[in-house]
């Protein structure tokens, strides 16, 4: 059995796989440790990509989704073929280093009860429009649930099996980030934020932080999300 299963959804992230992989050849010094990276219905040839690179690094191998279905889709169809004791996930676009997976899981692993943890980072080192966005979307979450979440887009996210076992009708989109956030403290999880600096992407572009355009269907579907957990959330005590 694995101790941890990292998933990574990648859609047409070609020209950062061989980067990636490299990275984490660099950081993984331990055989119990694998890299899933789910081709997420790419059309950039990320598979043809992949079936080259990957018998070059046994930790990692690889699932297709034929369509792609949405960021959070990717990471529960990743999740689900998951070995490890412990689950996670992070990005592609190298914004964030690989060796903040192994840091996380060193946090994770020396917790006091780490069935019990959940292991996310905070992002520094960002433009101040991309924080001040960030700090607008943190207060009306926490406003709307009553619970202080900040930096809620943040990676990597680590945490037990046994808790992802326990998920409900968790959501296909960028919301997923939210959902295992929000599923965490309402578990009362130990968390534990750890800052990991946050980056340019080394190829491409972002498929949803183009223009303030996206940004403004970015909030309108976490709202609209978030609604729903607070509806459910007063539910639960009524």
Same mark, same amino acid.
């Given at each position: 059995?694995?101790?941890?299963?990292?998933? =990574?959804?990648?859609?047409?992230?070609?020209?950062?796989?061989?980067?990636?992989?490299?990275?984490?050849?660099?950081?993984?010094?331990?055989?119990? =440790?694998? %890299?899933?990276?789910?081709?997420?219905?790419? =059309?950039?040839?990320?598979?043809?990509?992949?079936?080259?690179?990957?018998?070059?690094?046994?930790?990692?191998?690889?699932v297709?989704?034929d369509?792609?279905?949405?960021?959070g889709?990717? =990471?529960?169809?990743?999740?689900?073929?998951?070995?490890?004791?412990?689950?996670?996930?992070?990005?592609?676009?190298?914004?964030?280093?690989?060796?903040? %997976?192994?840091?996380?899981?060193?946090i994770?692993?020396?917790?006091?009860?780490?069935?019990?943890?959940?292991?996310?980072?905070?992002?520094?080192?960002?433009?101040?429009?991309?924080?001040?966005? #960030? %700090?607008?979307?943190?207060?009306? !979450?926490?406003?709307?649930?009553?619970?202080? @979440?900040?930096?809620?887009?943040a990676?990597?996210?680590?945490?037990?099996?046994t808790? @992802?076992? !326990?998920?409900?009708?968790?959501?296909?989109?960028?919301?997923?980030?939210?959902?295992?956030?929000?599923?965490?403290?309402?578990s009362?999880?130990?968390?534990v934020?750890?800052?990991?600096?946050?980056g340019?992407?080394?190829?491409?572009?972002?498929?949803?932080?183009?223009?303030?355009?996206?940004?403004?269907? @970015?909030?309108?579907? #976490?709202f609209?999300?978030?609604?729903?957990?607070?509806?459910?959330?007063?539910?639960?005590?009524?």
């Amino acid at each position: 059995m694995k101790t941890l299963s990292i998933i =990574i959804p990648c859609f047409n992230e070609s020209k950062n796989l061989p980067l990636l992989l490299a990275r984490f050849s660099e950081v993984i010094h331990r055989d119990d =440790i694998e %890299v899933i990276l789910v081709d997420n219905g790419s =059309i950039d040839g990320s598979s043809e990509v992949l079936s080259q690179l990957l018998p070059e690094y046994p930790f990692a191998r690889s699932v297709r989704v034929d369509i792609n279905q949405g960021y959070g889709y990717g =990471i529960l169809y990743g999740l689900r073929a998951a070995q490890g004791r412990f689950l996670g996930w992070t990005h592609a676009d190298m914004q964030t280093d690989p060796q903040d %997976v192994i840091r996380g899981l060193s946090i994770l692993e020396n917790s006091s009860s780490p069935e019990r943890t959940y292991v996310k980072g905070k992002r520094y080192g960002r433009p101040f429009a991309d924080s001040f966005f #960030t %700090v607008g979307m943190s207060l009306c !979450t926490s406003l709307l649930l009553g619970t202080p @979440f900040w930096d809620v887009n943040a990676q990597p996210n680590l945490f037990a099996k046994t808790f @992802f076992e !326990t998920w409900e009708s968790p959501p296909y989109d960028f919301s997923l980030d939210l959902y295992c956030y929000y599923k965490a403290v309402n578990s009362r999880l130990k968390i534990v934020r750890f800052e990991v600096l946050f980056g340019q992407r080394a190829y491409g572009s972002s498929h949803w932080n183009i223009n303030w355009r996206a940004k403004i269907k @970015f909030i309108k579907r #976490t709202f609209n999300f978030t609604w729903k957990l607070r509806k459910r959330l007063h539910s639960k005590y009524q």
